[in-house]
Nanobody, 127 residues
């Protein structure tokens, strides 16, 4: 059974950092793509980043480029999202997902290629 469990969310001040973790079970990360998505209150879900584990190609949304970094630990079958220089507009529930491809359409990451989702972890950026 495929499972993804996110952790690491919390309250942080603007300009601060957080590292989110996504632990996978029931499959091996090396054969799929992994993405991070977020959904702010009252807004649609937004694609943040996606990586093809097999060839290392990575997509970042323009809003997080230079601030967020995707990494993985094959031994732990886990991936991470390091978030620096956080802004209030980064406040959202963050989800990791895995699937067949990173569905980038007209420059934006969609959830088209994702098949399994975690339950999310809340990140709040506020004074």
């Amino acid at each position: 059974q495929v499972q993804l469990v996110e952790s690491g969310g919390g309250l942080v001040q603007p300009g601060g950092s957080l590292r989110l973790s996504c632990a996978a079970s029931g499959f091996t990360l090396g054969y799929y793509v992994i993405g991070w998505f977020r959904q702010a209150p009252g807004k649609e879900r937004e694609g943040v980043t996606c990586i093809s584990i097999s060839d290392g190609s990575t997509y970042y949304a323009d809003s997080v480029k230079g601030r967020f970094t995707f990494s993985r630990d094959n031994a732990k079958n886990a991936v991470y999202l390091q978030m620096n220089s956080l802004k209030p507009e980064d406040t959202a529930v963050y989800y990791c997902a895995t699937g067949r491809f990173c569905g980038v359409v007209r420059g934006s990451l969609t959830d088209h290629g994702m098949d399994y989702w975690g339950k999310g972890t809340l990140v709040t950026v506020s004074q």
